[in-house]
């Protein structure tokens, strides 16, 4: 994903538009994060480990609100979108501040992380005439991955090599979002 995101900054900055810029310099960042701190999570023993699992939660709603982000940005939507971005990044505020605060070590509810997900997806398409059918595929297609994908991780322990699962429709939900950026924002 480094090297996409550099992809995606390399070819945007020739557009000059402060808007598209921002949007994938945010999305850049945030998906660069989720996957250094999930590396790191994982390959991590404790006493740090409780930390970067901390971490890689709070980048999970980073990345969420980093994926929506290029779209409202580029778009100039109405304000029912900016108002949507506006609340998706107001939550995932609120939920990283809750996971850093937590007293134990629980992981977030999935489905906080699907709502605003497809609250974020809803606020996309709502504007949808903005966008070219393969953009809007590919960003359906990656909200689908990551929701297939929240079955494997709910059920970790009744499925063999779920989570790493998990982490492949993760991958695959994140490369779709990557194109369906790349389609549209460029």
Same mark, same amino acid.
């Given at each position: 994903?480094?090297?996409?995101?550099?992809? *995606? *900054? #390399?070819?945007?900055?020739?557009?000059? =538009?402060?808007?598209?810029?921002?949007?994938?310099?945010?999305? &850049?960042? #945030?998906?660069?994060?989720?996957?250094?701190?999930? #590396?790191?999570?994982?390959?991590?023993?404790?006493?740090?480990?409780?930390?970067?699992?901390?971490? =890689?939660?709070? &980048?999970?709603?980073? /990345?969420?609100?980093?994926?929506? #982000?290029?779209?409202?940005?580029?778009?100039?939507?109405?304000?029912?979108?900016?108002? *949507?971005?506006?609340?998706?990044?107001?939550?995932?505020? /609120?939920? %990283?501040?809750?996971? %850093?605060?937590?007293?134990?070590?629980?992981?977030?509810?999935?489905?906080? @992380?699907? %709502?605003?997900? !497809? +609250?974020?997806?809803?606020?996309?398409?709502?504007?949808?005439?903005?966008?070219?059918?393969?953009?809007? &595929?590919?960003?359906? +297609?990656?909200?689908?991955?990551?929701?297939?994908?929240?079955?494997? @991780?709910?059920?970790?322990?009744?499925?063999?090599?779920?989570?790493?699962? !998990?982490?492949?429709?993760?991958?695959?939900?994140? %490369?779709?979002?990557?194109?369906?950026?790349?389609? @549209?924002?460029?």
């Amino acid at each position: 994903m480094l090297c996409g995101s550099v992809y *995606l *900054l #390399t070819n945007v900055i020739h557009a000059g =538009d402060l808007f598209r810029i921002s949007g994938v310099f945010v999305f &850049s960042i #945030t998906v660069t994060l989720l996957f250094i701190t999930s #590396t790191i999570y994982h390959g991590t023993r404790e006493p740090l480990k409780k930390f970067w699992q901390r971490f =890689d939660h709070c &980048s999970i709603y980073l /990345l969420i609100a980093g994926t929506v #982000t290029p779209f409202v940005l580029r778009a100039g939507m109405g304000y029912v979108s900016w108002f *949507l971005l506006a609340l998706i990044w107001g939550l995932s505020i /609120l939920g %990283i501040y809750q996971q %850093i605060r937590a007293k134990n070590d629980s992981a977030p509810s999935i489905w906080i @992380y699907l %709502i605003l997900g !497809w +609250i974020g997806v809803l606020a996309v398409l709502r504007e949808w005439r903005f966008f070219s059918t393969i953009s809007v &595929s590919f960003l359906l +297609i990656g909200a689908i991955l990551y929701t297939i994908g929240t079955i494997f @991780y709910s059920n970790k322990r009744q499925f063999r090599h779920a989570h790493g699962a !998990w982490h492949l429709f993760v991958l695959g939900g994140a %490369i779709c979002h990557f194109l369906s950026i790349r389609f @549209y924002v460029l």
